[in-house]
């Protein structure tokens, strides 16, 4: 008597992760107890070195109430990587930016200020 192969289910075998890939699922949701979301502790940092490469590649071209959507942005994922003086820093060039802002655009990102200033109170030290 010859024994019987025993089989795996499919999603957990290197041929059903490659069938998933095929179908356009990514290969991740096919393994049992993986997330195909990164984690938050490697989401956040990944997040401050994008946005910051972007507002630098901008420069001056940049939307004047993108720019400080992102500057408040950049300051809040700086401090919940816990790291003040980088918030800060972002605050300050939020702080200068503000003074030269139209009145429409400063009416436009008036919660997004409220929020930077909120966050600039929070701030140990």
Known sequence: MVPRRRR??????????RA??????PASSTRAGRSPTPSARTARPQARKVLGGALRRAGGDADAADRVRAL?????????????????????????LTGALDVGVRDAVGPVLAEAADLRAALPG
């Open 72 to 96: 408040a942005y950049l300051a809040e994922l700086a401090v919940r990587a816990g790291d003040p003086d980088a918030a800060r820093a972002h605050l300050d060039e939020l702080d200068a």
């Open 20 to 25: 998933a890939a095929h179908r356009g699922r």
């Open 8 to 17: 795996r289910a499919p999603g957990l075998t290197r041929r059903g992760r």
